[in-house]
């Protein structure tokens, strides 16, 4: 018989069998459309630079970012963490879908994933194309960068916590940054704020306890990542209160630095064979 876990029933005759049953795959993303790297790549060495935005420390943007166009954030100071939302430009009800996105492509994202909009869409709407990080790999225990397994710091939970209020989270810059863009009052606005991209967070789920975890950034001035327009976007992006977040997040002790965002947008010619893809095929019949 095997140890019995603390607190709870003893392990059963056949607990060892059962841990050592292999792993399925869930979605084998093999059949999944595949970006086309070399084309991305001869696009955006003939690219040239359209539009920037600062994201001050502990604030939120919003910029525009065309099918076909590149989106590189990068650190220009110093260490700095972001949280990155994407709504389709026309209609900011298909956004980001960081679950199933997470599901097709892992808990981190890196050069070559895509970022996967929400049903009833649920298509490519943006393609990692490069990461000055993607040396990182995985570390000793278990983290990597730029997550889609946190959710973003928001108000909710640090008063939960610590019964305060504190409006730089950044749940709360998306919400302000996405007010300012739509001309929305801050009721219309936060419902569309949605899970995020972590970008240059490092992160894991400690192996003991399965508690996710963060640990500083290993990003450093001048580090970035890159993704490729696959459909009209608005993204927005929060300079995390919590700066490389190697102690805390949603706080004003952390030193934090800005966050660039700069749009490069290719000639046509060098975009030939490519398009935008469509929404998802599925019928919507749901069997009724």
Not at 169 to 194: D, F, I, K, Y
Request: glycine share 10%; net charge negative; proline share 9%.
């Amino acid at each position: 018989m095997s140890t019995p876990a603390p607190g709870g029933p003893a392990a059963p005759d056949y607990a060892d069998d059962a841990r050592a049953v292999a792993p399925v795959i869930c979605y084998p993303n093999e059949t999944l459309p595949q970006p086309d790297l070399a084309l991305y790549s001869r696009a955006r060495a003939a690219a040239r630079k359209t539009g920037e935005e600062i994201v001050p420390p502990r604030e939120g943007r919003c910029i525009p970012v065309r099918a076909g166009q590149f989106l590189r954030i990068s650190c220009p100071e110093g260490p700095q963490v972001g949280d990155l939302n994407l709504w389709n430009l026309a209609d900011l009800s298909e956004r980001f879908y960081s679950g199933k996105t997470r599901a097709l492509h892992g808990t981190h994202l890196t050069v070559g994933s895509r970022m996967w909009s929400s049903f009833p869409h649920l298509r490519p709407m943006a393609t990692v194309t490069a990461d000055s990080l993607a040396w990182y790999g995985v570390d000793a225990f278990g983290g990597r960068v730029h997550d889609v397994i946190g959710t973003r710091c928001d108000p909710y939970t640090h008063h939960q916590l610590s019964g305060q209020d504190y409006h730089h989270c950044c749940h709360s810059n998306l919400t302000r940054a996405l007010a300012g863009w739509t001309g929305q009052g801050p009721e219309a606005a936060e419902p569309l704020v949605h899970d995020v991209l972590n970008v240059f967070m490092c992160t894991g789920f400690t192996a003991d306890t399965g508690q996710y975890f963060m640990k500083a950034t290993p990003a450093r001035q001048g580090d970035y990542i890159e993704l490729f327009a696959e459909i009209d976007l608005l993204a927005g992006l929060s300079a995390c209160p919590g700066g490389d977040c190697g102690a805390e997040h949603s706080s004003d002790a952390a030193q934090c630095h800005p966050l660039l965002c700069e749009v490069f947008a290719p000639p046509n010619a060098a975009l030939e064979g490519w398009e935008s893809p469509p929404v998802n095929g599925y019928s919507g019949g749901h069997g009724l």
